[in-house]
């Protein structure tokens, strides 16, 4: 069976073999019936996920949060920290560099 295309705006094509068996003609109105469409499911939490999010308001309803910007001054501190060379850490030349520095 043929399927119908859906294009930009919406508009659907109807198959050449399709249109000639129908004897459709441009401008005519054609009825659309849809047969065993599911929709689109959403999705449920688990008992667990609603314990957590329970618990999550339960500490903003106390204060107990940080702000977004707090958030990130955070992650920032600490990506900086790890991230941090020793004073006395000196680069290290890869064998190419090495090798390019000899030729020159």
Known sequence: MPTAKIEPNYKISIPKEDREVLHLEIGQEVEVIFRNVKPPT??????????????????????EHLTIDELF???????????????????????????ATRRA
Do not use: W
């Open 42 to 63: 959403t999705y449920t939490p688990t008992a667990s996920e609603l314990r957590a999010i329970q618990k999550g308001r339960e500490e903003i309803h106390r204060g």
């Open 73 to 99: 001054q955070h992650l920032d501190v600490e990506r900086n920290h790890t991230k941090a060379r020793t004073k006395n850490s000196k680069a290290h030349f890869t064998t190419r560099t090495r090798t």
